[in-house]
């Protein structure tokens, strides 16, 4: 999502040649180097046999992926919409926005829900970091970061927590209490550190582990108490911009997706991309597991929504009409995953009947870009944060 993409050149030292130049943040076994450009393409070189050239190792490269294309096809035999057809369609869809919340005096950018169903975290380009009652629409905690564009938070599965960052490169956790007038800053802890700005943040099972994505091309798993750093996820090969943990109680992998293009799927313990997926034309900018966890929805900036089969190992349908030519920001499935909701930078949101493909409602309401938007715990409401500077709870 380029808006929301920032770009940071490093200038210093090569720790290969030593000379000043801008250099390269890459990883290898793990651990992060500086080199510049010239010692990157001589260390790629190195260990080439007689007659291999970075040329002739590419086109291999591609011609195996030709391949395996080619064996996947092999094993599509239908179409979603084909299997689907015997399925009753969707009747009257009706959803009205039963309340906004307003109280952030810039672009909405990410928001979450509490596992009571309830109370709802929102951040924004103002810096702050708000607790709501979804409720009753009051403000029931505000943090003010050190920094504008704060484009992650997250609910801890306690409720006692919530985890926040962006151009800081942070991630930051603040414990709540039911004393409202609290000082939450003088209680915050710096967990994670990224090289570049952070775009998302989700706790895992725990309050004591968190996952984070960021604009330095990575995910990171870490230790909430201590800091540290328990694995990190290298395979990006630009910007990394959402991410979403599979659902279930062991759940061991996690889904991100970013500015190549690619939806990869990682194993936590190993920290090895399991699966990987490049069928989108632009950036993901948003991911979301299906509720069983068999499979994931993502939208781009290439005005698409798609669907992912883990175990058929391939897209198995295209959410798109020839009349949406914005943008996807934000996607959500419902909570018995026949509905996809999808939030677009023409202010909209559409709703999609995930079996058939066809969108069975648009929702209007939002005065800008629809920026973040995900559906309750219990599965009766669903919240979308804007551009407008307000959210609101749809019903």
């Given at each position: ?74 094993l599509h035999d239908v179409e979603l919409h084909q299997v689907a057809e015997k ?309």
């Open positions: 999502m380029c808006d929301q993409t920032f770009l940071a050149i490093t200038f210093g030292p090569c720790d290969k040649c030593k000379s000043t130049k801008p250099l390269m943040n890459i990883y290898l076994k793990n651990e992060p180097i500086n080199y510049c450009s010239l010692c990157v393409e001589e260390m790629a070189c190195q260990g080439l046999g007689p007659n291999e050239t970075l040329t002739t190792l590419k086109t291999e490269s591609d011609n195996l992926k030709t391949k395996l294309e080619e064996e996947r096809a092999k399925v009753e369609s969707l009747g009257q869809f009706v959803m009205k926005t039963r309340r906004t919340l307003k109280g952030h005096g810039n672009k909405v950018l990410c928001m979450d829900w509490c596992k009571d169903k309830r109370r709802i975290v929102s951040s924004s380009q103002d810096g702050k970091v708000i607790v709501w009652d979804a409720f009753t629409t009051n403000k029931e905690h505000a943090v003010t970061m050190p920094c504008t564009w704060v484009m992650a938070c997250a609910y801890a599965p306690s409720g006692c927590a919530v985890a926040c960052g962006g151009l800081d490169n942070k991630c930051s956790v603040y414990p709540l209490s039911l004393d409202k007038n609290e000082n939450l800053a003088a209680k915050k802890k710096s967990v994670a550190m990224h090289t570049n700005y952070l775009s998302a943040c989700s706790f895992t099972n725990s309050d004591m582990q968190i996952l984070t994505s960021s604009g330095d091309g990575t995910c990171a798993l870490w230790d909430v108490e201590s800091g540290q750093l328990l694995q990190s996820f290298h395979g990006h090969a630009a910007d990394v911009l959402c991410l979403d943990l599979a659902p279930s109680e062991t759940g061991n992998t996690f889904v991100s997706g970013g500015c190549d293009k690619k939806a990869n799927v990682w194993d936590m313990r190993s920290g090895q991309c399991i699966q990987s997926f490049e069928t989108h034309e632009s950036d993901i900018n948003s991911i979301r597991y299906y509720p069983s966890g068999d499979a994931f929805a993502s939208g781009s900036d290439d005005a698409t929504c798609r669907l992912f089969d883990l175990r058929a190992d391939r897209e198995v349908a295209i959410y798109s009409k020839d009349s949406i030519i914005f943008g996807v920001s934000s996607v959500d499935f419902s909570l018995s995953g026949r509905l996809l909701f999808g939030g677009y930078n023409d202010y909209t949101i559409n709703v999609w009947d995930v079996l058939k493909g066809t969108r069975v409602s648009i929702l209007f309401g939002h005065e800008n870009r629809v920026s973040t938007l995900r559906v309750s715990p219990d599965g009766t409401a669903f919240c979308s944060g804007s551009w407008d500077h307000t959210l609101r709870i749809w019903a």
